[in-house]
């Protein structure tokens, strides 16, 4: 699969459309990325959107990727915007669900 059928079909689940800032985001190759934007703008969103294209398109283990989340709500939000995704994914045979796990401290 290559990002724009990755894309498509995300988009197509979720019902929104990435701007030119998520979508050059989720396509960064080179290095550390800092991303900052405001509440609301869909980092979150774009979060899993790189990690699903870095686990299907671009084939880095599952196991060699960290998300971390300071809060409870945010694990929610987070877990939320990856059921989505992984309801869409399990179309084209794809899973996402080990990338998700919380754990309390």
Not at 21 to 30: D, K, M
Not at 75 to 81: A, D, E, M, W
Request: aromatic share 6%; hydrophobic share 40%.
């Amino acid at each position: 699969m290559n990002l724009q059928e990755m894309l498509s079909i995300l988009e197509e689940q979720s019902g929104r459309t990435l701007h030119d800032e998520q979508r050059s985001v989720i396509e960064h190759t080179n290095g550390p990325l800092w991303v900052i934007a405001g509440p609301g703008s869909g980092k979150t969103e774009v979060l899993v959107l790189r990690c699903l294209k870095l686990t299907c398109v671009d084939k880095v283990a599952p196991k060699a990727i960290i998300l971390t989340t300071f809060t409870e709500l945010d694990f929610v939000h987070l877990s939320g915007i990856t059921d989505c995704f992984n309801q869409a994914l399990k179309k084209i045979g794809g899973d996402f669900n080990h990338l998700v796990v919380f754990i309390d401290v």
